[in-house]
């Protein structure tokens, strides 16, 4: 299901990347004109966000009965590792997203995050930085979101999930 779900989101994604311009004065008025101006976009704007959603349930639900019928041990230890990088890339993906509209709610949430992020002993200033493009929440920090979302973090959910399910039948499939 994890999977299904995440093959909606690219296609639903990449056909949202055709109405969606990463930058500040133009990323809420393509939210807006997709809801109410673009045939069907609402349709296509709410599977992708219902999608991303499912997907972070589904996950952590798979994460729980790994867990609960111990399926972590040996053997399956590395597998284990891979789908908790697998929880940490979705969570990041969803957090990306909901950056996307640039409103005031995703300003606030980046503002959070990196904030977050700089209290990282030794390199969180220099983390934030990164993230941000510079010093403030701007057009820079929209810019890198949209990549990571867009190409940097499918690209390392698609080649986990593939790792992932090598894993699964390498270590004699689900049992």
Known sequence: ???GLFLILVVTGILLMLYYHPSVPQAYRDMKDLQFSVSSGRLLRNMH??????MVALVFLHML???YARAYKPPKEF???VGVLLWILTLLLS???YLLPWDQLSIWAVTIGTNMVRATP???EKLRFVFLGGNIVGENALLRFYVLHCVILPLFLALGIGIHFWRIRKDGGLK
């Open 1 to 3: 299901l994890s999977l």
């Open 79 to 81: 597998n284990w590792v």
């Open 49 to 54: 966000r219902w999608a991303a959603h499912g």
């Open 95 to 97: 957090f990306t997203g």
């Open 122 to 124: 030794l390199v969180g």
């Open 65 to 67: 009965r790994v867990f």
